[in-house]
C-alpha cells in the first residue's frame, strides 16, 4: 500500500502573530497523528491541493447524492470529511459542530451495523480531539482521546470500515490519489470481502483510474477486477447506485473491445456486454424512485450505447427528469448542455452557464469545457483566452492546468509563437509534477498567422505529453532564436515520459 507519513506539528501554518505551540500541545499532537482519523491522515497535504482551494459545496453535493440510499453510515463518514475540510479551511467551530451532531446521532442510527456504529465513533472521537487541540484546548484532546475505545486488532470489520473512510476521503482531494484510494479500498476487502461500500468504491475507482490514464486501458477478460467488484456490489445490494455503475463499465468495456478490434470470436461477448448495460439503464430509468444522479447516468448510457441500442428520446426524459429533481445541480446541467449542443444551441449555453455558476460551488471543469467549446463553435467574437485565463484559477489540479496550457498553446502558437512558447513552458512545469500520464484532447481550433480561427477537423485524444512535444517541435521552427531553450525542453519531456511510462500496459496505449 501506498506509505503515506504522518504529518509534523509543522503541517498547520501558523498564523501572523499565533503563539507557539506548548511541549503539552506537541505531546498531544503526537499523539493524535498515531490514531486513524482525517485530521491525522490529512489527504489533501498528498495532490498537491492548494492550501485556499474550497470543496465544501462539492462534498455537501456529494453527501446529498448519497440521501436516496438512505444508509446514515454513508452520509456520517460524509460528514466527517466535510468537518475535515471545514478545519483545514480555518473553521474549527464549524468542525465541532458537525462533529458533536454526528456524536449525538450515532446510538439513534438503528439501521447501522454494530461496527459502522464503533468505527463512526472511533473516528468522530479522534477528529474532535483534534479539533479540540486545534482551538488551544489540549486538556479537552487528551480527555477526548483517553475516553476513545481503541479498536482492537482482531476486529477486522472495523478496520476494513476506517479504510473505507480513508479511501473516500482521499478520492476526494486529487484525481492523483486515485491509487492510494485504490490501495485503501483493496486493504479494507482484505478485511471484509462482504462490503458493499468497498466493493462498489473499488470498482467506481478503478474505471476513474482507467478513464483518466487512457481511455482504451481495459484489459480484454470478460470478468476484469473493475466489473468483478462492481458485480460483487449489485450482489450484495442491488440498488440504483451499484447498478449504474455496473452498467457504465459493461458500455466502456463493449466500447474498449470493439476499438481493439477484438477477434470476432469477441462479437458475441460484445453485444452481450451492451444488452446487459442496457437492461440495467432501463430497470434504473423506469423506477420513479430513481435520484437525478442515476437518472443522468442512465441517459448518458442511453447515448453511448452502439448505435442500434442508443434512444436519444429516453435519454432526453432521463435528463429532464433529473433536471426537474435537481435543476441546480451542476451534473444534470452538463449533461443536457451536451445534449442540446447540437439540437439547440442557445438551450445548451443555458444549461452550461449554469452548471459552471460559481455560485452553486466550485465548478465543473468537463462542463467548463463543453461551454468554451460551444462558444468557439457558435460566436465569432468569443475570445478563449479570458474563459481559460479564469479556468486556470478556478481549477488548480494538475490535470486541469496541463490541459489548459497545453490547449492555450495550441490556439496561439501559429499567430504569436512567443505567447505560445510561455504557454508551452508553464505546460513542461506542470507535467514535470505529474505523477501519472494524462490523455487530452487537443485544441479543436487554432488561430492562423493572419489571426483567423480555424477549426481542427478532428482534434486528436492523446497523452498530454504529446501534445506538448508536438507543441514544441513546431515552435523550434517559429523560434529559431529559441532553438537550445526548446531542445532542453524537449529533453525533459522525454525524461519524464521514461519515467511514467515505463509500464507494459500504459506504454503500449501510447
Not at 482507467?210 to 467488484?229: V, W, Y
Not at 445534449?339 to 460559481?358: G, V, W
Amino acid at each position: 500500500m501506498a506509505s503515506h507519513p504522518l504529518p509534523s506539528s509543522e503541517s498547520f501554518p501558523e498564523k501572523e502573530g499565533e503563539k507557539e505551540s506548548s511541549p503539552i500541545e506537541e505531546s498531544m499532537e503526537e499523539m493524535l497523528n498515531k490514531t486513524e482519523c482525517h485530521f491525522a491522515w490529512r489527504p489533501d497535504q498528498h495532490g498537491r491541493i492548494p492550501p485556499g482551494s474550497n470543496n465544501i459545496t462539492r462534498m455537501e453535493e456529494n453527501k446529498n447524492s448519497l440521501k436516496q440510499d438512505n444508509d446514515p453510515f454513508l452520509l456520517a463518514i460524509s460528514d466527517l470529511l466535510l468537518a475535515y475540510e471545514h478545519g483545514r479551511l480555518d473553521d474549527p467551530k464549524k468542525s465541532l459542530e458537525i462533529l458533536q451532531r454526528i456524536q449525538s446521532e450515532i446510538a439513534k442510527m438503528h439501521g447501522a451495523k454494530s461496527e459502522e456504529r464503533e468505527t463512526l465513533q472511533y473516528l468522530t472521537s479522534c477528529n474532535l480531539a483534534y479539533v479540540h487541540l486545534l482551538m488551544g484546548k489540549p486538556d479537552a484532546a487528551r480527555e477526548i482521546l483517553d475516553r476513545t475505545q481503541r479498536f482492537s486488532e482482531s476486529q477486522g470489520k472495523i478496520k476494513a470500515q476506517i479504510f473505507y473512510a480513508k479511501a473516500a476521503a482521499f478520492s476526494e482531494f486529487s484525481k492523483e490519489l486515485y491509487p492510494d484510494a485504490l490501495e485503501f479500498y483493496r486493504e479494507g476487502l482484505m478485511m471484509d470481502p462482504e462490503n458493499y461500500n468497498l466493493q462498489l468504491g473499488m470498482g467506481i475507482m478503478l474505471g476513474r483510474i482507467r478513464r483518466n490514464e487512457s481511455s482504451a486501458c481495459i484489459t480484454t477478460d470478460e470478468e476484469n477486477e473493475e466489473i468483478k467488484a462492481l458485480r460483487k456490489a449489485v450482489q450484495i445490494k442491488r440498488c440504483h447506485r451499484s447498478l449504474v455503475f455496473l452498467a457504465e463499465s459493461l458500455r466502456e468495456h463493449a466500447r474498449a473491445l470493439e476499438s481493439a478490434k477484438a477477434p470476432k470470436s469477441d462479437e458475441d461477448l460484445i453485444t452481450k456486454l451492451n444488452e446487459e448495460a442496457l437492461e440495467l439503464y432501463i430497470e434504473v430509468s423506469e423506477d420513479p424512485s430513481a435520484n437525478a444522479e442515476s437518472l443522468v447516468r442512465c441517459g448518458e448510457g442511453f447515448m453511448r450505447l452502439p448505435e442500434e441500442m442508443r434512444d436519444a428520446q429516453k435519454a432526453k426524459e432521463c435528463y429532464l427528469k433529473a433536471y426537474k429533481l435537481s435543476p441546480k445541480k451542476s451534473m444534470v446541467n452538463h449533461k443536457l448542455g451536451v445534449f442540446y449542443t447540437k439540437e439547440d444551441p442557445t438551450l445548451a449555453k443555458k444549461h452550461l452557464e449554469a452548471a459552471i455558476d460559481i455560485s452553486y460551488g466550485e465548478g465543473n471543469f468537463a462542463a467548463h469545457m463543453t461551454y468554451v467549446n460551444l462558444m468557439l463553435d457558435t460566436e465569432k467574437t468569443f475570445d478563449p483566452a479570458d474563459e481559460w485565463k479564469k479556468m486556470l484559477e478556478r481549477y488548480p489540479e494538475l490535470f486541469c492546468q496541463i490541459e489548459l496550457h497545453i490547449l492555450q498553446m495550441q490556439y496561439i502558437s501559429q499567430q504569436k509563437p512567443k505567447i505560445g512558447f510561455s504557454h508551452a513552458e508553464n505546460a513542461l512545469e506542470t507535467l514535470l509534477q505529474m505523477k501519472k500520464p494524462r490523455k487530452i484532447f487537443g485544441s479543436s481550433y487554432n488561430l492562423s498567422k493572419k489571426g483567423v480561427r480555424v477549426k481542427t477537423k478532428h482534434p486528436p485524444k492523446k497523452f498530454a505529453h504529446e501534445h506538448l512535444l508536438d507543441g514544441l517541435k513546431s515552435l523550434k521552427k517559429g523560434l529559431p532564436q529559441k532553438q537550445d531553450q526548446i531542445d532542453t525542453m524537449i529533453e525533459k519531456v522525454t525524461t519524464w515520459e521514461n519515467a511514467h511510462l515505463a509500464t507494459p500496459e500504459i506504454a503500449s496505449h501510447a
